[in-house]
């Protein structure tokens, strides 16, 4: 581990745990730190919970459950996979997971933008409160659960159900969902949307257009 008093920090997975990591680097008294790399991430859950005013996160390896949690403030890569509740109660900056992700995907995100390069599991971007969430591939049961507002993009198909309980929001999806709950309805893709569509896939390195999407909202108004 790197001395404190610079703003780039390395800590092996190996010899730190994720709570040890994170102490040491709330000792750097809320200073902006430029970057952080994280090797021998072997599937540890919590890892990265609680980071912020870190400007670049890098991790080489996968995270376990309740990885990134109420992240915040900066921008972080993952080179393997995540599991449950990943990017949980997110607040700002961009995630980013090249492989897949399991249950829960971005649940209670208030801000900030979640790009995953694979599949998701089920209930992803349940409770949804602001966050943006791409998904390149394809999505499990539940998706957009709870939404109250947000955006979720999928890429490919998705489980049975989608939309449950939405009460805010748009989803948008590329491919065919197994059942589509009555709490959404399809509505026309319109130029607004489109845009959208691509400023977040362009903010997630991923490329593609929004002509080929479906857009989805809540059949319900809040009161």
């Not at 609680?50 to 993952?78: H, L, T």
């Not at 602001?130 to 998705?158: E, K, P």
Request: aromatic share 6%; glycine share 18%; hydrophobic share 35%.
């Amino acid at each position: 581990m790197e001395n404190l008093s610079e703003l780039t920090h390395s800590f092996d997975l190996e010899t730190i745990s994720p709570l040890e990591m994170l102490e040491a680097l709330r000792r750097s008294n809320g200073v902006t730190i430029s970057s952080v790399n994280i090797a021998n991430a072997r599937g540890q859950d919590f890892i990265g919970c609680g980071f912020r005013n870190v400007s670049e996160v890098v991790v080489q390896g996968s995270v376990g459950d309740f990885g990134f949690s109420s992240f915040g403030d900066g921008e972080c890569k993952i080179s393997g996979n995540a599991g449950d509740f990943f990017g949980h109660s997110a607040a700002s900056g961009i995630l980013v997971v090249r492989g897949n992700v399991r249950r829960s995907l971005g649940a209670l995100g208030i801000g900030g933008l979640i790009a995953v390069y694979g599949d998701a599991g089920d209930r992803a971007a349940v409770g949804l409160q602001g966050a943006d969430i791409v998904v390149r591939g394809s999505v499990g049961a539940f998706a957009g659960l709870g939404m109250q507002s947000g955006t979720l993009i999928i890429g490919g198909s998705a489980g049975g159900d989608l939309g449950k309980g939405s009460r805010g929001g748009t989803i948008y999806i590329r491919g065919e969902a197994e059942s589509i709950s009555s709490d959404i309805e399809e509505q026309r893709l319109r130029e607004p949307d489109r845009l959208k569509i691509g400023m977040l896939l362009l903010k997630s390195n991923i490329k593609s257009t929004g002509k080929e999407f479906r857009v989805f909202r809540s059949t319900h108004t809040e009161t």
